[in-house]
């Protein structure tokens, strides 16, 4: 390749790389998800849109059935809508094959359940290794960053226990370990306090938060409005909709205003 073709085919890459990067992370228009139940029709998501701009602190909130962690499998590309579109950082999910999609899955995507989802019996530093598999990491190198995942949230003493000899909320913190260990710019989270204990919860919503200042997108279902305050945005649903769709911070910021008393109120 010529200099100059070299030069314009390196310009044509960052332009390509300068739009991605202003795509949101999440766009998703007009979702639908229906299930079919014998004769009947389950509607788990009537029509959501959302954009999720990158490094944003979203909790998501609801009754139970309203559809939220139909919406969460979603965007994580374990489920695949009835209608509808979603594009993942930009790409159009439906137009990749089941291969690319679990790549797409395993590079970008950190999950963290309400169950923990650990592989019991095997070590807290194989469970965290499990996703590097798949990138195809030498085992040296696994163990490594498997272990660092685990010391940055607090774990680096536990490595060797079986997830069985672990605490609730231990367990859960080896489980953010493993969905962080793969450096994926979108954490999901679907009510990862629900069984905690208000310590762990303290110490859990401490790792979103900075894994959130480290620029990493969160995502977070939660029943509870003390867990939910600390994200940027709240987005509630209801009957598979998007109910409302608020600012976090603007509510704070005009608390703290209205707080200031009577010429500061608003
Ligand atoms: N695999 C499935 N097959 C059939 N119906 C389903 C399936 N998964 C979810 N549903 C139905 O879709 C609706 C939404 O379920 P979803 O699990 O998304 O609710 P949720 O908001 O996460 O509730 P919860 O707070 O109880 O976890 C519910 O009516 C549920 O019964
Ligand atoms: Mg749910």
Redesign the pocket.
Known sequence: MSDRAGTAAVAARKRAEGSRREQPVIRIEDLIRT?V?GRTL?R?LRGVSLLIERGEYVAIM?P????????MNTLGCLDAPTSGRYFLDGVDVRLLDEDDLSDLRNRKIGFVFQGFNLVPKISALTNVELPLIYAGLSRGARRHRAARALQAVGMGARLDHGSNELSGGQQQRVAIARAIVTNPALILADEPTGNLDSHSTADVLKIFEDLNASGRTVVM?T?EDEVAGHADRLVR?ADGRIVADESLELVEAAAEIGARGPLGSV
Do not use: P
């Open positions: 299930y139940m389950v788990a609801g139970s059935g309203s559809g939220k962690s139909t919406l279902i029943h649903l």
